[in-house]
């Protein structure tokens, strides 16, 4: 088992790899704008930050924020810079808000997105109807969120390791 905790870094970067390969295959096959496409990868950033601050988290999150980055249609290192960013925020928040649960990291996620979105655009080129494709990118992120974060949090249930209480023994 300690291996494992050792390589979950490496797994949430392959899980990110995973999701940048549905994100960009799978959305724009079924017609879906990109400006409405959910980002996954931020989903599973937010996951991490429901854990204590520990250097797996750190790394784990620096790997899937490369990998969004390095393999996604987004726009490079600045996209990197701000999951890391929405990362370090979210364990920020968790120390004051209870988000260790679906809906308050989903509101998160999507929340994350429609900032993350209209910093890009202040980097860029302002478009037309941002504050529309902002939200709706937050929106579809969010709705995503609920069954990626179900899995998420039922897997850590299941494989979390098993501490022996001193009372039982």
Do not use: C
């Amino acid at each position: 088992m300690k291996i494992l905790l050792f390589l979950s870094p490496l797994v949430y970067t392959l899980a990110a790899l995973v999701l940048v390969a549905v994100e960009s295959s799978l959305f724009p096959r079924l017609g879906i704008p990109t400006a409405l496409t959910p980002d996954l990868n931020l989903v599973l950033i937010v996951f991490l930050t429901s854990t204590p601050f520990r250097l797996r988290g750190f790394f784990s999150a620096l790997g899937i924020s490369l990998a969004a980055s390095l393999f996604g249609s987004s726009p490079g290192f600045p996209l990197a810079f701000g999951h890391l960013a929405v990362y370090f925020a979210g364990l920020w928040i968790n120390q004051t808000v209870f988000m260790n649960h679906i809906f308050p990291q989903a509101l998160f996620a999507g929340a994350g997105r429609f900032i993350l979105t209209l910093g890009a655009a202040l980097m860029t080129v302002l478009p037309e109807h941002l504050f529309f494709k902002a939200a709706g990118g937050g929106l579809t992120t969010a709705m995503f969120a609920f069954p990626i974060l179900f899995l998420l949090n039922l897997l850590r249930e299941r494989y979390q390791p098993q501490t022996t209480s001193s009372i039982s023994s």
